[in-house]
């Protein structure tokens, strides 16, 4: 499964960790990607844009080892199933307006919510399809945020994988 996210790669640290003991790195590393990741979730969070709540709500920040002693990568973003639909927009596409579909469920409790339309079946069956024709004509508009959450804190990351540089030196200049 593919994932929006923001990836920080420690690989020059992983040639390190050749010279020094992955016990020593293990906690810098870990430190570091988890300050990373502590300012890097709620930037990513302020900048989803705000209908159920459900994308904001759904970012995750997953420190990986692939094989490795000490961890090699993050990723940071929303595990939400629509997070690539509002980061990238659709391309024209006439989605599903029937009330026995799930997606054609998810459209009408859309439109009940944007526009306030009644209780009449009728009604918001209408509103419906003319917004599945409007998407079928145009698609949907993107709203990038995980980019632009990442350049606001990247000379905070920078900073902190700096720091975790010093300290890794310190530790190889002891040995």
Same mark, same amino acid.
Request: charged share 25%; no cysteine; net charge positive.
């Given at each position: 499964?593919?994932?929006?996210?923001?990836?920080?790669?420690?690989?020059? #640290?992983?040639?390190?960790?050749?010279?020094?003991? *992955?016990?020593?790195?293990?906690?810098?590393?870990?430190?570091?990607?988890?300050?990373?990741?502590?300012?890097?979730?709620?930037?990513?969070?302020?900048?989803? *844009?705000?209908?159920?709540?459900?994308?904001?709500?759904?970012?995750?920040?997953?420190?990986?080892?692939?094989?490795? *002693?000490?961890?090699?990568?993050?990723?940071?973003?929303?595990?939400?199933?629509?997070?690539?639909?509002?980061?990238?927009?659709?391309?024209?596409?006439?989605? *599903?307006?029937?009330?026995?579909?799930?997606?054609?469920?998810?459209?009408?409790?859309?439109?009940?919510?944007? #526009?306030?339309?009644?209780?009449?079946?009728?009604?918001?069956?209408?509103?419906?399809?003319?917004?599945?024709?409007?998407?079928?004509?145009?698609?949907?508009?993107?709203?990038?945020? %995980?980019?632009?959450?990442?350049?606001?804190?990247?000379?905070?990351?920078?900073? %902190?994988?700096?720091?975790?540089?010093?300290?890794?030196?310190?530790?190889?200049?002891?040995?």
């Amino acid at each position: 499964m593919t994932q929006a996210v923001v990836i920080v790669q420690t690989s020059e #640290w992983s040639a390190l960790a050749r010279k020094l003991r *992955p016990e020593a790195l293990k906690p810098i590393v870990e430190v570091a990607l988890q300050e990373i990741a502590a300012i890097g979730k709620p930037a990513v969070a302020s900048k989803a *844009p705000r209908f159920s709540g459900r994308l904001s709500k759904s970012v995750v920040s997953i420190i990986k080892y692939a094989g490795a *002693p000490i961890p090699t990568w993050m990723s940071l973003g929303p595990k939400a199933p629509h997070r690539f639909l509002v980061e990238r927009g659709t391309k024209p596409h006439f989605p *599903p307006t029937s009330a026995d579909s799930k997606g054609g469920r998810r459209i009408r409790r859309y439109v009940r919510r944007r #526009w306030g339309t009644g209780s009449d079946e009728r009604e918001i069956a209408r509103a419906a399809f003319r917004l599945a024709r409007a998407i079928s004509r145009s698609g949907t508009k993107a709203h990038p945020f %995980i980019l632009p959450a990442w350049k606001e804190i990247e000379p905070q990351v920078d900073g %902190i994988l700096s720091k975790a540089a010093k300290s890794i030196e310190l530790e190889w200049l002891k040995k």
